[in-house]
């Protein structure tokens, strides 16, 4: 695994391509973790909002990542356009007929600190989705049983830097999922795809909270 990196014009400057070949240096530390959350409340002066259903919740997919620490003159360095890929797979019925769906959103942050810190990030699947397309009656989405891949990648040279699957509970190995996603994720299997439907936190109604917990996002036209 890689990592990508921009040189801060500072102090006599790293070598991007050096650094870039140093695989231990680039790769991020990743977990994930995914829960069923209520939509939030607000409380508005001019407006009476109504309290969730809790038969409408999103999955909130949380991941932490952590950098390695690169100093770049009296700081760290900052690293553009690391962009991450949230991956869903789960058993779906599609005009009647059994189908495994594939769900992904992406986000691309606009720069990141290499600081060795804990960092974290937030996407949300909405729950009209999975009582659409899952397997179980529409009360009872919350049972499916849904795998979760999230890529971080170096979008310079378009390697992976740090990958984590989530929601193998059963016998099957890290490595069976990562090749289940491989095979929906190419273009001539037959899935049922749900693009840019894992959503940016920002387009949420998570979207002001926490805020300043995240790392910044690149605005863009051309995703989710």
């Known amino acids: 695994m890689y990592k990508t990196c921009f040189v801060a014009a500072v102090a006599g400057a790293l070598c991007f391509g050096a650094w870039a070949q140093s695989s231990r240096r680039m790769e991020m530390k990743m977990s994930v973790k995914t829960e069923f959350l209520p939509t939030p409340v607000y409380v508005l002066s001019n407006y009476d909002n109504t309290v969730p259903s809790v ?15 690169v100093k770049a003159g009296t700081g760290y360095l900052w690293v553009d356009d690391i962009r991450m890929d949230v991956e869903l797979m789960f058993s779906a019925r599609y005009q009647d007929k059994p189908i495994m769906a594939y769900a992904t959103g992406q986000v691309v942050f606009w720069s990141i600190p290499f600081d060795g810190k804990r960092h974290q990030a937030m ?21 499916l049983k849904i795998y979760t891949r999230v ?3 170096n979008t310079q040279n378009n390697s992976v830097i740090g990958m984590q699957i989530a929601g193998n509970s059963g016998s099957a ?16 299997a037959a899935v049922l795809r749900l693009p840019n439907m894992v959503l940016p936190v920002e387009k949420t109604p998570w979207r002001f909270i926490d805020i300043d917990s995240y790392d910044m996002t690149k605005p863009s036209t051309d995703r989710n």
């Open 151 to 153: 890529k971080l990648t």
């Open 123 to 143: 996407m949300m699947l909405p729950p009209q989705v999975l009582q659409r397309y899952g397997d179980q009656s529409p009360s009872n989405y919350r049972k």
């Open 173 to 188: 190995r890290d490595s069976e999922i990562n090749a289940a996603f491989n095979q929906l994720a190419s273009p001539v």
């Open 55 to 69: 038969n409408s919740q999103w999955l909130a997919i949380k991941v932490t990542y952590t950098p390695p620490a």
